[in-house]
T-cell receptor
Framework: DQQVKQNSPSLSVQEGRISILNCDYT??????FLWYKKYPAEGPTFLIS?????DKNEDGRFTVFLNKSAKHLSLHIVPSQPGDSAVYFC???????????FGSGTKLNVKP | DTAVSQTPKYLVTQMGNDKSIKCEQN?????MYWYKQDSKKFLKIMFS???????INETVPNRFSPKSPDKAHLNLHINSLELGDSAVYFC???????????FGQGTRLTVV
């Protein structure tokens, strides 16, 4: 039973445009959400996070939005660059759990 | 300077063999994890250790035995390997309160 879901396995975007990656979760106990980026043959790399007390967190070209009532978060990348092409994993955690629940990932392809 | 390193990167072995994967982190984190990425690409928690103590064991067969000689190391030993154990195994570490975790590059295990 997957508590974190990424329903889009892939996304293709033109360079310079916005990339929007979506993630849904089911457990209302989650209070911390993260996005990871993964290149082939490498481990996931932390990208950006958001606490449940916020609804937006921005870091350069990356912004994460959290909608607690909908149990939904999204990652916006603008402008998208070819180097952003990777698999993006959404993850959630809670102080009570001391572990991360991951989605299945969305493969982003940014076309030059 | 690699923050979380795991060895080997690739491991091909026959069914029934026993093998180990080693993991070391130089970040001073208190918590270490083993995750398995299965064929459907989900990253699933296997074990979590905090200060050398096992705190999470997620319905993993007894053939898998983690060992933490100190809080900078968490090794994974697998007995009597089966075909279904083929996957990519990731080691990770974080501070106790499970904010962002740092991952190793992964070990691709292939059982033939």
């Amino acid at each position: 039973d997957q508590q974190v879901k990424q329903n889009s396995p892939s996304l293709s975007v033109q360079e310079g445009r916005i990339s929007i990656l979506n993630c849904d979760y089911t457990n209302s106990m989650f209070d911390y959400f993260l996005w990871y980026k993964k290149y082939p043959a490498e481990g996931p790399t932390f990208l950006i996070s958001i606490s449940s007390i916020k609804d937006k967190n921005e870091d350069g070209r990356f912004t994460v939005f959290l909608n607690k009532s909908a149990k939904h978060l999204s990652l916006h990348i603008v402008p998208s660059q070819p180097g952003d092409s990777a698999v993006y994993f959404c993850a959630a955690s809670s102080d009570n759990f001391n572990k991360f629940y991951f989605g299945s990932g969305t493969k982003l392809n940014v076309k030059p | 300077d690699t923050a979380v390193s795991q060895t080997p990167k690739y491991l091909v072995t026959q069914m029934g063999n026993d093998k180990s994967i080693k993991c070391e982190q130089n970040l001073g984190h208190d918590t270490m994890y083993w995750y398995k990425q299965d064929s459907k690409k989900f990253l699933k928690i296997m074990f979590s250790y905090n200060n050398k103590e096992l705190i999470i064991n997620e319905t993993v067969p007894n053939r898998f035995s983690p060992k933490s000689p100190d809080k900078a190391h968490l090794n994974l030993h697998i007995n009597s390997l089966e075909l279904g154990d083929s996957a990519v195994y990731f080691c990770a570490s974080s501070q106790v309160r499970a904010t962002e975790a740092f991952f190793g590059q992964g070990t691709r295990l292939t059982v033939v």
